[in-house]
C-alpha cells in the first residue's frame, strides 16, 4: 500500500492538532510537521501569564499535560510526526505537489512532496507604521520570541513604564501581564474604547477596573511617535502632543492572516486576508486544507466569512483538517459564534454571540437588549458581581448575544449562554433553564436566568428599561427625568450618582407619592443598586397612574460613568 | 373594582416568589403569606454553610441582596404583603374558600377567605423510626430551628464527634459543614454509595475525597439504634453491630412532600406524596396553585411526574404560580431535568439528566456513555481535575446526560451541559461549540467539548472504551486481560494501579511490539493518568493487527478503586 504523504506547515495550534489527528486516523501515513520556530505546539494564548510571572518554567507553554516538552523528539516517537523546526516553508509548488523549504539558520534548501497540505501559517501582529517603531524596546507579543523578550525585560527587573498599544484581547491581558511584572502601565487605544467586542458601556466598567488598579487607560487616542534615545525606547508621543515615558512598548493593534504562503500559491484568499476554506476546510485547491489563524470561517449569526483568531477554533479547524485530510470530505466545521473572554486583572470580561453595537452594524431586525447586574452567588458565599446584557432578536426571541463583565463568575456565564445560542433557544425556554444550583456556585435564580426573567418582563410590557449610556446621554442633553434611588439612607450614605435623584426608599414609595411629578407624563426612571428595587417601583408606580416610567437597567452597579460619591 | 385575595401558605422560597410576582402584576391585590415558623423567605441552602462557619451573621440568611432582612415589616412596606409568622393553616375549606389558620403561640383560630390560594407548604424530613431517635443530640437539618440548633453546637465547642446518617445532598453539605466546626465526621448510608444521583463509580470518587479530608464513610450500613445515656445521645449503633461514638447526629434520610394539608382537603396527590399540578401549577382545584417541595413536576427526560425539592425549582415554579394566580393560566412551567451540584470539601460533583444507572433504570434505549478526565485548564493555570461521565442516547445521539466530579471548575461544566440538553443538541453539534476560551477559564478544548470528542470517537468506533468499574469486575472475576500503562516510568514510580498492567509508554510502543501477546484477539486494555495517550495506543496497536483493544476511560484519575501506590 502507498504511504499517503500529509505535510502540515504550522506547528502551533491548528497545525499540531491536524497533524496529531491525522495519524490517529492513519498509523501508517507519512506526516510531517514544518515549522519555522524552535518551538513546537505552544500554548501561546498561556504567553501573557508567563510574562506576568503567575507561572515561572517557561517549559511549561510547551508541555503536554504529562509534563513532557513536545519537541521533535517528543513527536517522532509519541507521533511518529517528523517535525522540522526552525525550517520555513517558502513556496507551495501545486502542480508539482510539493512544498519548498529552507533552512532558517543554514539556508538549506529542499522541498517535501505531499499528497494533502494542510496549511496553519497562523496570524502575523499589525505593526505601527509611526516613526520609531523598529526602536529596542518597541515589541508586539505574538510569538516566543516576544514573550521571551517580554519576560526578560520582567526579569531584568530595570523596567518600570510600560506603554501598550492596543486595547483589545491582547492589549489588556499584556497590560495586566506587565502590571504584574511591577511596571507602571499605559494603554493607548485609538478607538473610543478598550474591547470593542464589548459594548461601550460594558467596556467602559472594565476600563474603570483597569484605573483603579492604577492603569493609564487612553482612549481616543493615537501613536504618533515612538521616542528613542540612542536607539531605545523612551516615550511615546500621542497625536495630541502627550508624552508617555516609557521603555518599553507593546503594540497589539491587532492581528492578520499570515496567508501570504497561500496567496503567492494562487490559492483564494477572502476579504479579510484569510484563505478561504469551505466547512470541509478545504481550500480552493482540493490537495491544501488550512486551519486556525490563516484562514477565515463562517459567522454563525451574520453567515459571512470571518477572521476568528482564537485558539480554541484554531484547534478544532485542525481536528476538522486533519480528519478530512485522511478520510477525504467527511467532517465540516460550522463557524464561530464570535465567543471570547478575557481576564482583566480582578475581571472578566466575554462574549458569545452579538453585542448590542454588532447587532446595529448588522443591520439585526426586531432586536431587543437589557442589562442585568447582579451577584452571581449569594452574598454569604462572597458573591462577586457580574454584569450583562442579553440580546435576542426577530420574532422568535431567540437568544443572539450575551456579554457579561465583572469580577464574578463570566466563564460561566458565558459558557451556559454560548451552549443557549448553539442550541437556537427562544427566551421562554431560557426563563426555566434548569442550572445546576447550590450557594457556592449560584444563587437560587442564576444571573443567566435573571437575565432571560429581565428579557422576558420586557418583552411582555411589564419592565421598561433605560440603559446607562442613554441616561446619560440624555443628562448630556440636558434633560432632567426625575430620578428616583429606591434604596435605603445608609446605602445613599455610602454611594449616590448625584444625578438629581430623589432618595426614595421602595418601602417608602406608596406613601410618598406625593413627591412625584403632579403630570402623570412626566418622565420618571427608577433606580437602586442593581434595579431590583428599580424594577419593582414601576407597576406600583403605573398603578398610580403615571405613564412614564422606567428603570435604569442594571442599576449604580451597570453605571460606568462618573459618580458623585 | 373588587380586590383579587391572595392567600399563599408557606413563607420560604416558592410562596416568598409567588406572592412577590403576584404583587408585582397586581399592585392592588390583597395578598397575605402566612408562615408556620418565625421567618421568612430563608436562604435554605445556605445554613449548612452558616452551621460550618463559612459565615457568622444568621441574619444573611434571611437578608435581601442590599441587606434587609425580609421581615414582616420588610413584606408590609416593601411589598405591600401582609406576612402572617408563627401562623399555621390547619385547614382549607374549599367550598367555602377560606384558610382555617392558628397562631403557633396562642393557639387563637382565625379564617381567611381566598380567592385564589397558593400552596407552598415544602418538604418534611423524614425520620428514622429506630429506637433512640428522640434523643437529645438527634437532628434533621431542614429548618432554621434545625439550623440555630446545630450552630449553638458548634458554638458550643464541646461536641468532638458527629455522625451523618444519609449521604445525599444534605447528607454530604452537613458533613462538610460538622467537619468544619471542627467535628470528627462519619457518614453511615444504607445504600451502596452516597449522592445516589451519581453513577456508583464517580459517587466513590467522592467518596475517596471524603476519606481523605478525614471523615469515616460507612456505606451499606443501616442505623440499628440511637444509643443515649440519661436522654442524651452517646452513638450510633449500626445493623451490624458496630457503635460509632457521637454527641450530635444529623439524620439526612430524605425529605418527603410535605403535602398533608392539600391532602386533608381532598386535592389529588401523586404517587411521590406530593400534590399533583399542572403545568400551570395549578391542583385538581382550580382555585388553588402550588408550587415548591410540596409538588411533583414533570421529568423533562422522561415525561413522568417527579418529585424535584431543589431550591432553584421552587423559586421559578413559585415565579408561574404566582403569575397564574393574578392572570389565569397563562404561563406554564416545564419541569425539570434533574440538575443539581453540591460542594463535598475540596470536590464538587453535579449531574444534569441521567446518569447511566437512571437510564438503565428507565430503559432508554440506545444509550452510549463514556468517562472523561481531564483538567479545567491548563497545568501553568492551575488547573484541577474533572472526571465526566457524558451519555447520549436515540438513534440522533442526543446529548442525555452529564455528570461531573473532581476539584475543578464542575459549576461550569455541568450549566454547560445543562444548557445543550435543553438545546436538544446532538454529539455532532457539541463537537464544535463555542464556548469561552482563555488560559484563566479552560483549555483550549474545553472539558465538555472534550467530552464529546471522546464520545464521537466511541460511535465512530475510533475509541473502543472500557469503565474502570468494568476493568473492576473483570479483576474480580479473576479475568487477566493484558493492562497497557503508557505513561513514563516516572509516572509510574509515583503512582500506579498494581493490576498486573505493563508500563509501555506511548512514545515506546511501536518499537515494542514484540512485548504484546502474540494472539492478535487477546484483550488488551490500555489506559495512562487520564487516557489520553491510552486512546492515543489504539490506532497504532489496531494498525498492527490487534482486534480487541481498549482504553480505560478515564485513565488513573478515574480509577476509584484501591491502587498499589
Redesign the interface.
Known sequence: MERKKIVVVGGS?AGAKAAAKA???D??AEITLIQKTAELSM?S??YP??IGG??N?RR??L?S????VRDTT?FA????IEALVETEVVAIERAAKLVRCRRVKTGEEFSRPYDTLILCTGAKARRLPVPGHDLAGVTTLLTMADTDYLRAVRDGGTVRQAVVVGGG?IGV?ACEALHRAGMEVAVVEALDQVLTFLDRDLAMLVENHMRAKGVRVETGKRVAEFLGREGNLVGVRLADGAVIDCQVAVVAAGVAPNSDLARDAGLAIGPSGGIVVDAYMQTSDEAIFAAGDCVEIES?ISGAPVFAP???????EG?VAGENAICGRTVT??G????????VFDY?A?I?GLSLAAAAKLGLADCRAVVNA??DK????GGKLLVSRILVAGPERRLMGFQCVGPG????Q???A???I????RVE?L????????????L???H??ASA?IMENTLKG?MAGISASEVWAKLQKGERPFFIDG??PQ?FEEMHLGIGEQLIP???L?SRLAELPADKDAEIICF???S??GY?MI??L???GYRNVRVMEGGIMAWPYPRKK
Chains 1, 2 share one sequence.
Do not use: Q, W
Open positions: 495550534a495519524r490517529r486516523l498509523e501508517f500554548a494564548c498561556g501569564y508567563y503567575v507561572f518554567d511549561e507553554l508541555c499535560p504529562a509534563g513532557v517528543f516517537k509519541a507521533k511518529a484581547l491581558e454563525r482564537m485558539g480554541d477554533l484554531a484547534n478544532l481536528r466545521f460550522p464561530t459564534y464570535h465567543t471570547g473572554i478575557c481576564k472578566s466575554g458569545t447582579g451577584p449569594p452574598n454569604f458565599m463568575d463570566v466563564g460561566r458565558v459558557a451556559t454560548a451552549m443557549a448553539l442550541g437556537k433557544l425556554a426563563v426555566h433553564a434548569d442550572l445546576p444550583y447550590a450557594p457556592p456556585y449560584s437560587a435564580i442564576d443567566f436566568i426573567h411589564r434604596r435605603t446605602e421602595l418601602g417608602a406608596r437602586c443598586k442593581i431590583l428595587r419593582e407597576p406600583i403605573r398603578a398610580h
